[in-house]
């Protein structure tokens, strides 16, 4: 299960981090301001998958960190192409399995169109009701998208995490739907 587990973990997608550091190139071409910034968020982010990731569970805050990182690296790949929104409650305590939350929000920003004539984006709300963590994915698709992100393996990767860590004890969702695609998860706090 261990070693199972950790091949699940380590599959961060290269093209993300192909991306992001062109888009930090890009940056110091031009002498931005957002460089060193960039720069700083690409490496806790590399920090976290590399150093402490490797628990059954991490402080949530960490993965919130995480993905907040992700998500302004993200932001800098888009620009104006795209509203992203990140809510999060103020959660300070509690642990979670490691980079299953990051996992679903990349397979947002995978599949969501862009270059679309309605304005695309996506949604991410994390919020705790006593020792339960809620977390909600929303983001729009491409209709002529080939690939089916509903069941694509970077979902199927979370779902054999989720049952290999909390066995029964969540509760996720995929809905697909007009242009739509939510992901929905609910596990216990630790």
């Known amino acids: 299960m261990e070693i199972e587990l950790a ?8 093209h993300f981090l192909f991306n992001t550091l062109n888009n930090i190139y890009s940056l110091s ?8 910034e960039a720069i700083a968020g ?3 982010m590399l920090d976290h998958v590399l150093y402490r990731s490797h628990d059954r569970f991490v402080p949530l805050q960490q993965e919130i960190n995480f993905i ?8 800098l790949r888009y620009g104006e192409e ?20 990051p996992s679903l929000v990349e397979n947002a920003f995978k599949h969501v169109g ?26 729009t698709y491409a209709a ?8 694509g393996i970077g979902l199927k990767n979370i779902r054999q995490q989720l049952s290999l860590i909390y066995q029964q ?11 739509i695609f939510v992901a929905q998860l609910e596990i216990d706090i630790i």
Do not use: C, M, W
């Open 68 to 75: 907040r990182n992700y998500v302004s690296l993200e932001e």
């Open 114 to 139: 862009v270059n679309s004539q309605n304005q695309q984006f996506v949604k991410i709300k994390l919020s705790r009701q006593q020792q339960q963590l809620k977390f909600l994915v929303v983001n």
């Open 82 to 101: 795209l509203d992203v929104k990140l809510v999060a409650d103020d959660i300070t305590t509690g642990a979670v399995a490691p980079l299953i939350l």
């Open 169 to 179: 004890n969540y509760n996720f969702q995929t809905v697909k739907q007009e242009g």
């Open 29 to 36: 071409i031009t002498n931005s301001p957002s460089t060193s």
């Open 42 to 44: 690409l490496s806790a």
């Open 7 to 14: 091949a699940l973990k380590s599959q961060l997608n290269p």
């Open 144 to 151: 002529h998208e080939h690939g089916d992100n509903e069941n």
